[in-house]
């Protein structure tokens, strides 16, 4: 089964609004976290990436957050751009790294 | 849920000898299956695309007699690093496309040259 999930195949963002993708995890080993962003016939690109002692990262106009309990993490863009539209994969690894576990992907449309 | 496997998961071999890396979509039909290596900064270099029952489209800079890929039925896909060398040591994933156009990642082989 799918130990990484996102829920949301797309999501559709007016220009300058914030972007909040989601991402659900079952495994409590995971304890670090990617996001990559793909454009079609790409493969994906490395964005920003939280381990499991923080809660929180930002990067310029993007921040994740990691909700342990929960298992979730979220990625925020803000303000969104047309060109964040794209592909973004939520993945996640143990502290040995040996395996990524990907999600499905959503894809994210920002309307000018 | 959908499901792809890689195998092995981790390998360590020898500088001139070849390693096949197996990717298994477990529970859908894939016609489709991604190679990509992953490089510093972990963001992950698209390799080839393979058809099942065709050739493989490698990308420019992609040697195909290096890196062959065999995608001999619906649910698995090859790839064999020939005459590996060390500078062959990385992250190969596989991907495997299902319905509407999902791409289901392989959890990722480790493959370390000496």
């Known amino acids: 089964d799918q130990q990484v999930k996102q829920n949301s195949p797309s999501l559709s963002v007016q220009e300058g609004r914030i972007s909040i993708l989601n991402c659900d995890y079952t495994?409590?080993?995971?304890?670090?976290f990617l996001w990559y962003k793909k454009y079609p016939a790409e493969g994906p690109t490395f964005l920003i990436s939280?381990?499991?002692?923080?809660d929180k990262n930002e990067d310029g106009r993007f921040t994740v957050f990691l909700n342990k309990s929960a298992k979730h993490l979220s990625l925020h863009i803000v303000p969104s751009q047309p060109g964040d539209s794209a592909v973004y994969f939520c993945?996640?690894?143990?502290?040995?790294?040996?395996?990524?576990?990907f999600g499905t992907g959503t894809s994210l449309t920002v309307i000018p | 849920g959908a499901v792809v496997s890689q195998h092995p998961s981790r390998v360590i071999c020898k500088s001139g000898t070849s390693v096949k890396i197996e990717c298994r979509s477990l529970?859908?039909?894939?016609?489709?299956m991604f190679w990509y290596r992953q490089f510093p900064k972990q963001s992950l270099m698209l390799m080839a695309t393979?058809?099942?029952?065709?050739?493989?489209?490698?990308e420019q800079g992609v040697e195909k007699d290096k890196f062959l890929i065999n995608h001999a039925s619906l649910t698995l896909s090859t790839l064999t690093v020939t005459s590996a060398h060390p500078e062959d040591s990385s992250f190969y994933i596989c991907?495997?496309?299902?319905?509407?156009?999902?791409?289901?990642f392989g959890p990722g082989t480790r493959l370390l040259v000496l």
């Open positions: 393979s058809n099942e029952g065709s050739k493989a489209t490698y």
């Open positions: 991907s495997a496309l299902g319905s509407w156009e999902t791409q289901y």
């Open positions: 939280i381990s499991s002692i923080k």
């Open positions: 495994n409590s080993m995971f304890d670090y």
């Open positions: 993945a996640a690894s143990t502290s040995t790294g040996n395996q990524f576990y």
């Open positions: 529970d859908f039909q894939a016609t489709t």
